[in-house]
């Protein structure tokens, strides 16, 4: 089943503006996490932000979490070429050894 | 360093034929290890997830199986595959205790 849910579903920009995905997710988590996919490739690993964490930054990437609206946030400052790509939230609980991902927002940076 | 390959890349196969994709992990022990499908242009769906040799959790019921016969390498097999088996089939690990995965490289499986 679906715990993360992305939006929005596509987006794009000019290159050198910010990009802003959302994910929305139902259940209560022990952390979440971003990943990436450029295509017909597999996904890496972007950042991973706890349940008392409110903001983690990483290089260009800024993530924010709110537990009580149950979503997160992903900001890709000053966007390259390179960062066209699928992004995807993925949640973990305390309950198993799996993560759940969503549907994922195709990000798409124009020159 | 930690390196998970798959293959094959890519894979044409006819309806009714066996499958059998095969995932290693590298440089590490002891690490879960999954399985996803990705149709095109959606998200992961969660096949099978190992935490340790012979143990396998199916998440979705189907036609599809695994097995975890050595510590680093999971198989997925199929004994007859249908079109609705087509996708990319992803191969991942963590460390135990880890909610942070490791993707491999992918295979295209196309049914025809």
């Known amino acids: 089943s679906q715990q993360g849910e992305e939006d929005p579903q596509a987006l794009s920009i000019q290159e050198g503006e910010n990009a802003t995905m959302n994910c929305s997710y139902k259940?209560?988590?022990?952390?979440l996490q971003w990943y990436r996919q450029n295509s017909g490739r597999g996904l890496v690993h972007l950042i991973l932000i706890r349940s008392n964490e409110r903001e983690k930054h990483s290089g260009r990437l800024r993530v924010t979490l709110d537990t009580s609206k149950k979503s997160s946030s992903l900001l890709i400052t000053a966007s390259r070429a390179a960062d066209t790509a699928s992004y995807f939230c993925a949640t973990a609980t305390n309950r198993d050894d799996k993560i759940i991902f969503g549907k994922g927002t195709r990000l798409h940076i124009l020159p | 360093s930690q390196t998970i390959h798959q293959w094959p890349a890519t894979l044409v196969q006819p309806v009714g034929s066996p499958l059998s994709l095969e995932c290693t992990v590298e440089g590490t022990s002891n690490p879960n290890l999954y399985w996803y499908r990705q149709a095109a242009g959606r998200g992961l769906q969660l096949l099978f997830y190992s935490v340790g040799i012979g143990q396998i959790s199916s998440e979705v019921p189907q036609n599809l199986s695994a097995s975890r016969p050595q510590d680093r390498q999971f198989i997925l097999s199929s004994k007859k595959l249908l079109l609705s088996d087509s996708g990319f089939y992803l191969c991942?690990?963590?460390?135990?205790?880890?909610?942070?995965?490791?993707f491999g490289p992918g295979t295209r499986l196309t049914v025809l």
């Open positions: 991942a690990w963590s460390l135990r205790g880890s909610d942070t995965q490791y």
């Open positions: 259940t209560s988590i022990n952390n």
